[in-house]
């Protein structure tokens, strides 16, 4: 594996992903990452863990997945892969040790932070087992927290695939920072603190580690609260 750490969703189930193989030959494939908001503190991260954006136990036996390959109007001979989201992080976070969901109960309840060994769990079996080694076409995109992840792992895909043209489509997933930025309280934001709840996440779940390095090191890291 790329990273050393195992595969897991926020409750500690094992990690896992769809494949819908193409309807005849291609080496063409499709990367639709799951979006689903994100969990911006301990609570909200250990209610998720109790649905399908946060437990395998949650995901369905099979699941449909959309080519965008090819012209408007998309090519559905696609391989395709379709990464179901449940690390709260968009496939970002990266923590070797259970985080505690209250830092006062020594034992209690936990979080697994794993979304950046998912993503490349899933990149390493579809190279090594279903094909992706022979792709000479890849788009890697999603909606919402998926087109986020699609913005910040398109160049990870990338490194990974070296003879294969790879592009990144998100549909949306470019949050800005308004006035009007959480003022419903939708996913626990505070009105005008988006970028400091978004903070507070990146720092929770050791989200660095799947984000660009450059960005990183250019903003000087992420900061909880700040």
Not at 75 to 97: I, K, Q, T
Not at 125 to 130: I, S
Request: glycine letters at 14%; proline letters at 8%; one cysteine or more.
């Amino acid at each position: 594996p790329i990273t050393p750490l195992g595969a897991r969703c926020l409750d500690a189930s094992p990690y896992a992903f769809y494949h819908v193989p193409a309807a005849r030959p291609t080496t063409k494939w499709t990367v639709y990452l799951q979006g689903g908001g994100h969990c911006l503190d301990e609570a909200s991260c250990w209610s998720r863990a109790h649905g399908p954006t946060g437990s395998s136990a949650r995901f369905v036996n099979e699941s449909e997945c959309l080519c965008m390959n090819g012209p408007p109007g998309h090519d559905a001979s696609c391989n395709c892969l379709y990464p179901p989201y449940c690390d709260g992080a968009s496939f970002s976070g990266l923590r070797a040790e259970p985080w505690p969901v209250n830092a006062s109960q020594p034992g209690g309840p936990a979080l697994f932070f794993r979304g950046l060994a998912n993503l490349d769990a899933t990149l390493d079996y579809a190279t090594d087992v279903l094909g992706l080694a022979d792709a000479t076409d890849v788009v890697v995109g999603g909606a919402s927290a998926g087109g986020l992840s699609a913005y910040l792992h398109a160049d990870r895909w990338r490194a990974a695939l070296a003879s294969t043209r790879v592009t990144a489509l998100p549909d949306s997933g470019f949050f800005l920072e308004t006035d009007a930025t959480g003022a419903s309280g939708a996913n626990g934001l505070t009105p005008g603190k988006f970028a400091s709840s978004m903070g507070a996440m990146v720092a929770m779940a050791n989200a660095t580690a799947g984000l660009p390095a450059a960005c990183v090191g250019a903003l000087g890291g992420a900061r909880r609260g700040g």
